[in-house]
């Protein structure tokens, strides 16, 4: 009866009048299950235009407080989303990097081409010393990716030798001569990156020969056991998932602890200038959120896929790479990928992060691509000016999440409609921590429509509830190095409690996040 009471209940009638909708939402405890892993808020960051050089790792005088050569506001800004891994060296860049030649005195390392982006000259300044700096200046947790492409099985084990023994072995000297005494015990690592693309053009079968001999020799030293994550599909390939998971797993159980996949937005194309990250359409904004929450179907189905091999959900679907992809700013070069971040970036961001909540159960770990400088960042710079993007924003709303239970959001969303085509408007997720306290993420990707959300809240005690908003006044709107605070959080008024119920007036396209206590 009481299920029965709840079904209806999110069914209930949506009302719509002129630029206002009501709909009912039941936010249920009793139904809470799996846990949000902090791992889903995991950050990218490739030798890629300016995401490491003129990023994190800067020029000696560049007048901005710094460990070594690396940027601390940004380490500072980073802590603040308590990011808790980041994804390196790559990446394409990945399966061309050869982490002896990143090691040492930095006068003596080699150079190389960076042949994926922009055939500049990677000086390899920028190593395994200094990213695992770069981890614990940030609290974060390394996630490597070894070059399968064009390296070989005795460089991707010795790598892992290097970073985590601690007995008598020539790495372990390698590794104490080069300044560091104790290993770093690493245990996110990435076996090649996009091999049936950049990382190697492979057959999936060919890949699963390769990853099954590679991964038989990165080894567990004491204290480290690895979590190994094989390369994943790219967007709707659901072959490559199959012939992957059929290849490697048997049982439940597998040389793997997760399978890399990567999904990127791409804005509609079809006219000239489509592809611009601050200057768009409704027409084309439309397309482009259709798109992103295109994420939620492929999760799904690669979901089903995995379930056929694993039913219990012991290995995670890691999305190591996504976010929006748009065209490179005018006047950069096009190969560092770098563009701009306006609200709309937000509402991916917001929408995308409610989907991995809500999929948690397989959804373990996720990267953002690229960080800083590169795609959609969560920091831009130049020169010793930093800001905080839009999608930053979003990070900080919803740390609330990490490691917290996942509690089911019900709702029949009303429709975002344009031009007689519909997206839903509303999306959302929401979790209880460990002091008690429940936090609902909403976002409303309809630019012209608020939501009247009335909602049931099962079995959860609660007295106050306060909120925090992103919005603005346009889509378009983002944050510059003159204006750096045109896209920022605000207290959030449009919430109550009315009797046991929550009421809601969710603002057009906006991400809001509410904390019951
Ligand atoms: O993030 C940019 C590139 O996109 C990565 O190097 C690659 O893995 C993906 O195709």
């Known amino acids: 009866m009481k299920k029965f009471l709840f079904i209806s209940l999110f069914l209930t009638l949506t009302v719509s009048a002129g630029s206002q909708t009501s709909i009912a939402m039941v936010v249920d405890a009793s139904a809470a299950e799996h846990t949000i892993s902090r791992h889903i808020y995991g950050h ?8 490491i050089y003129d990023g994190y790792w800067v020029d000696p005088a560049l007048p901005v407080p710094k460990h070594d050569r690396i940027r601390l506001d940004i380490v500072e800004a980073l802590k603040k989303i308590k990011i808790p891994n980041l994804r ?25 081409i960076n042949t994926n982006w922009g055939n500049i000259t990677e000086d390899n300044s920028f190593g395994t010393h200094e990213f695992l700096t770069l981890c614990e200046l940030l609290g974060a947790e390394p996630f490597i990716v070894g070059n399968l492409g064009s390296g070989s099985v005795e460089e991707m084990s010795k790598w892992v030798e290097y970073m985590n023994y601690d007995g008598i072995s020539p790495m ?17 690592f990435g076996v090649g990156n996009e091999n049936w693309g950049c990382g190697g053009n492979m057959t999936p079968e060919y890949y699963v020969t390769q990853y099954r001999q590679y991964a038989t020799f990165l080894k567990n030293y004491p204290g480290t056991a690895l979590r190994k994550i094989a390369c994943g599909p790219s967007g709707g390939d659901y072959n ?11 049982g439940g159980r597998g040389n793997l602890w997760g399978l890399d996949f990567h999904y990127y937005t791409r804005p509609p194309r079809g006219s000239a200038g489509q592809g611009s990250a601050t200057n768009f359409t409704e027409a084309t904004y439309f397309g482009t959120m259709r798109n992103a929450l295109r994420i939620e179907q492929l999760i799904k189905g690669h979901d089903s896929i995995m379930t056929k091999y694993d039913p219990q959900k012991r290995i995670a679907l890691v999305v190591g790479e996504w976010g929006i992809w748009c065209d490179p700013e005018p006047r950069t070069n ?13 509402l991916i961001a917001g929408s995308t992060l409610n989907i991995f909540n809500n999929h948690c159960d397989r959804v373990k770990m996720a990267q953002l691509a690229q ?3 590169v795609l959609q960042a969560v920091i831009l710079t130049e020169g010793p000016k930093m800001i905080l993007t839009p999608t930053y924003h979003v990070f900080d ?6 490691d917290s239970k996942m509690l089911p959001v019900k709702f029949t969303s009303p429709d975002y409609v344009f031009e007689n085509q519909t997206l839903p408007a509303l999306n959302a997720s929401a979790s209880q921590d460990s002091t008690g306290a ?18 049931t809240l099962n079995q959860i005690k609660w007295t106050t509830v306060s909120g925090q908003i992103l919005t603005s006044a346009n889509l378009t709107d983002h944050n510059t190095f003159e204006k750096p605070n045109t896209v920022v959080i605000e207290k959030f008024n449009g919430a109550r409690k009315q009797g046991d119920m929550l009421d809601v007036l969710m603002p057009a396209k906006s991400v809001v996040m509410l904390e019951l206590k």
């Open 240 to 250: 490559w998932t199959n012939m992957v998971m059929s290849g490697l797993v048997r």
């Open 371 to 373: 960080t800083v400088n």
């Open 172 to 188: 372990t000297n390698m590794r104490k001569q080069n300044g560091r005494e104790k290993p770093w015990h690493v245990t996110f």
């Open 44 to 51: 990218f960051s490739e030798h890629l235009g300016r995401c």
């Open 334 to 346: 096009p190969r560092f990928l770098y563009q701009q971040n306006s609200l709309r970036d937000a």
């Open 397 to 402: 709303l919803y740390k609330v999440h990490h």
């Open 438 to 455: 429940v936090h609902l993420t909403i976002v409303n990707i309809d630019p012209n429509k608020n939501v009247n959300i009335s909602i």
């Open 88 to 112: 390196w060296p790559g990446g394409c860049f990945a399966d061309e990097y050869h982490w002896r030649d990143g090691i040492g005195p930095r006068d003596q390392r080699p150079t190389m």
